[in-house]
């Protein structure tokens, strides 16, 4: 089993920021790109960002130069830097990762991952 635990979303003022981590346990060979997506009330998921097993990292219009996405791969955690929040980003958000569990007769066994979803309020 494969299990990802979000944590750090809250309220915060617009302009402020928080910082989203994404720790992946369980039965783990590898993880291949890992990302945050989000959904706020009435629309679709979204990307927000995401970042490969080696750092290229790849974000949303809306986010670029404002969220920052790194990982620690010894910790199999991800972490979404968000500064200059606006109300606009106020939404669920989730961590994603593609995660390799084994191996088998044709290859790798790689599965898409979910967690539960953090809650990001902003006030203006």
């Known amino acids: 089993q494969v299990q990802l635990v979000e944590s750090g979303g809250g309220l915060v003022q617009a302009g402020g920021s928080l910082r989203l981590s994404c720790a992946a346990s369980g039965s783990i060979f590898s993880i291949n790109a890992m990302g945050w997506y989000r959904q706020a009330p009435g629309k679709q998921r979204e990307l927000v960002a995401t970042i490969t097993s080696d750092g290229s990292t790849n974000y949303a219009d809306s986010v670029k130069g404002r969220f920052a996405v790194s990982r620690d791969n010894a910790k199999n955690t991800v972490y979404l830097q968000m500064n200059s929040l606006k109300p606009e980003d106020a939404a669920v958000y989730y961590c994603?990762?593609?995660?390799?569990?084994?191996?088998?007769?044709?290859?790798?066994?790689?599965?898409?991952?979910w967690g539960q979803g953090t809650q990001v309020t902003v006030s203006s």
């Open positions: 994603n990762a593609a995660i390799i569990t084994g191996w088998g007769k044709f290859g790798a066994h790689e599965f898409d991952f």
